[in-house]
């Protein structure tokens, strides 16, 4: 059973550097952001988006438990009526477990007792794959930005 528990602020310090390098790959990789720069300008959106730590209201931060073992974490925003999931991270080595419909059912229904009526999810250009995930869990496509470097 997939269970979401409330981050520590010792969790959140490890995950933070990591979300933050992750992002700066991301933005990279899908050529929107330099390498030179890319670092510094993850650091300032997350800054920006978290001005109060894990303590910005409205901003919430689990880990992932399968059978009383972390497998992974999340960072969800509910500003509204609306969840909007910023980051699902399932630990490598459970990645080949196919935990994903399980955690989004939990985290479907955590929106739910937070409020929301509807859950969006970003993804990157370069996220096919994870795509076809969500779609397949019944998520549609709303917008789609595409962008040239001239």
């Known amino acids: 059973m997939i269970e979401l528990k409330l981050m520590s602020e010792e969790d959140f310090q490890i995950i933070k550097g990591k979300m933050i390098a992750d992002y700066s790959k991301s933005k990279v990789n899908i050529g929107v952001w330099a ?5 510094e ?13 894990l303590e910005t209201k409205k901003h919430y931060f689990y880990n992932i438990y399968k059978n009383n073992e972390k497998i992974g974490y999340t960072w969800n925003a509910v500003p509204d009526r609306e969840m909007f999931i ?8 459970y990645k080949d ?3 994903e419909d ?4 939990k985290i479907e229904e955590n929106a739910k007792n937070l409020g ?8 990157f250009g370069n996220s096919i794959e994870l795509l076809k ?3 397949k869990m019944g998520y549609q496509l709303t917008d789609i930005t595409i962008c040239k470097k001239v």
């Open 102 to 105: 399980e955690i989004m059912k």
């Open 97 to 99: 477990m196919d935990y």
């Open 35 to 39: 390498e030179e720069e890319a670092l």
């Open 116 to 123: 929301a009526n509807r859950i969006t999810v970003h993804l």
């Open 133 to 135: 995930v969500y779609q």
């Open 41 to 53: 300008l993850a650091k300032e959106t997350f800054n920006t988006l978290l001005k109060n730590g």
């Open 86 to 93: 910023y980051n699902v991270e399932v630990f490598e080595k």
